[in-house]
């Protein structure tokens, strides 16, 4: 099921509630997380900012975490969490699935790493292949940003041409090239329908930009402007096809179709970065919802079953130019047997048809529970939906695009994000990223996390 919903005459939320409440739960979760703050302290002195991703560096301070299970996570204090966070989707197993562990403590007897193939890669590039209609042939690396980072690489190889496009508003991981419009400021932005191309840290080249151009999401004729004004210069478009940086972002009807159409009259590769979505939104990935092929798709997260994993595959004739004399793909890791076999466990045994319905299921019941909630009391959100996956936006109306994200209250977010932790309900640390449901949820953990939204809602309507 794939979804958005939202309301037409919303209320008007009070900031002062919002700050009281703010400040009430901060005091609240300080209180119940002394051991977290006194050793993110403590972290600051050997890590920059306490944590080993900045991601993670969250106010008031990080939640240190000492062990996890099934659909549940205790935090270093011992508080207990229903884990709807899953590391930002990495989880659609759930936490140490008992299938999972017993097959990562056998491999572990036998060789964590060999730095040479083990049969575990072949019979998992031939299920990913069986699974995901896109992909012909594949290569394994260790993360989302590895994937992306040689799927681009292999494009230029292909097409024999420098320049990508990626989307405003996307996250394709770390590497220099996609490290642009991230999420840039108003001021930054430019026009909607060309957006710039904002660096989204410092210590990029400056030329960089000049390689990666801009275009809005769900905005076909944009991006066909954008490659008639760069004929012959591009090599690939990169997007998700489903926008996961900014909430969730669902694409306009035909939107993805008019993509594919347009990438082929420029001869342009189009690739889709299904690191979050996978096998999240549907057991055959995004392809299995929008019947439109790119000619690659990037990989990671829940395919591994939690441990270190990435791939990008396709068409053979992409795929090819992967050799000694053309494009390189080199890692220590690739291929490794610890996540090799989690992926191939993962995969074949643990996500059957029926967990597949399970989370969906519990996923779609979570998303319709927080509609009805939203229309009983007015309130200015909106709620999106796809397979395992969900979030509500403090946006009345559907978010098309990254300038549309402007307008949610991040304030509003973090009181949200902060009432729910203090009572049960762990959420992504970056307030407006999604929820995620695993096989391993249950009935009451979706009953309880409605109860508490209610709750919130309730305050913020008193």
Not at 226 to 233: A, M
Request: some cysteine; overall charge negative.
């Amino acid at each position: 099921m794939k979804g958005a919903f939202m309301l037409r005459e919303p209320i008007t939320i009070n900031p002062k509630i919002v700050e009281e409440i703010v400040v009430r739960e901060e005091a609240e979760f300080r209180k119940r997380t002394p051991r977290s703050h006194e050793i993110h302290e403590r972290a600051k002195t050997s890590l920059p900012m306490g944590v080993s991703s900045s991601f993670q560096a969250v106010p008031p301070y990080p939640l240190f975490i000492s062990r996890a299970e099934g659909s549940h996570i205790w935090d270093y204090d011992g508080n207990e969490y229903t884990d709807f966070h899953l590391a930002f989707g990495s989880l659609l197993v759930g936490h140490s699935h008992p299938v999972l562990v017993e097959a990562l403590r056998e491999q572990l007897g036998n060789g964590s790493l060999y730095s040479l193939p083990c049969p575990e890669t072949v019979f998992l590039a031939e299920e990913m292949a069986r699974r995901f209609a896109p992909i012909e042939q594949v290569r394994f690396c260790n993360s989302g940003t590895e994937a992306t980072m040689d799927a681009l690489r292999l494009a230029r190889a292909h097409v024999g041409r420098d320049k990508i496009v990626k989307i405003e508003g996307s996250y394709h991981g770390h590497h220099d090239t996609v490290m642009m419009s991230t999420k840039p400021s108003v001021d930054a932005a430019g026009p909607a329908d060309r957006p710039n191309s904002v660096p989204a840290s410092k210590g990029i080249p400056s030329n960089v930009k000049n390689n990666t151009i801009v275009a809005p999401y769900n905005d076909a004729e944009a991006l066909e402007r954008i490659l008639t004004e760069h004929e012959g210069e591009v090599a690939a478009v990169i997007t998700e096809a489903v926008l996961m940086n900014v909430g969730i972002m669902l694409p306009d009807e035909g939107y993805l179709k008019n993509l594919r159409e347009i990438t082929r009259r420029h001869g342009v590769l189009l690739i889709f970065d299904e690191v979050k979505t996978g096998v999240t939104v549907a057991p055959g990935g995004i392809t299995e919802l929008y019947p439109v092929e790119p000619d690659l798709i990037c990989l990671a997260k829940s395919i591994g079953g939690g441990m270190p994993i990435g791939a990008f595959g396709g068409r053979e004739e992409v795929m090819r130019h992967i050799n000694h004399e053309e494009v390189l793909h080199l890692g220590t890791f690739n291929g490794n047997p610890m996540s090799m076999r989690a992926g191939l466990v993962t995969l074949t045994q643990i996500f059957t048809p029926e967990a597949h319905t399970h989370a969906m299921g519990l996923s779609k019941q979570l998303g319709e529970g927080y509609v009805g909630i939203i229309e009983e009391y007015d309130m200015p959100m909106h709620v999106a939906q796809i397979g395992a996956k969900g979030c509500a936006m403090f946006r009345y109306e559907r978010a098309r695009n990254y300038r549309a994200w402007w307008d949610i209250d991040m304030h509003l977010s973090y009181a949200y994000w902060l009432f729910l932790a203090n009572r049960g309900i762990l959420f992504p640390p970056g307030f407006d990223d999604q929820w995620t449901i695993s096989i391993q949820h249950t009935q009451a953990d979706i009953d309880h996390h409605l109860h508490v939204f209610q709750q919130f809602v309730l305050e913020l309507t008193k």
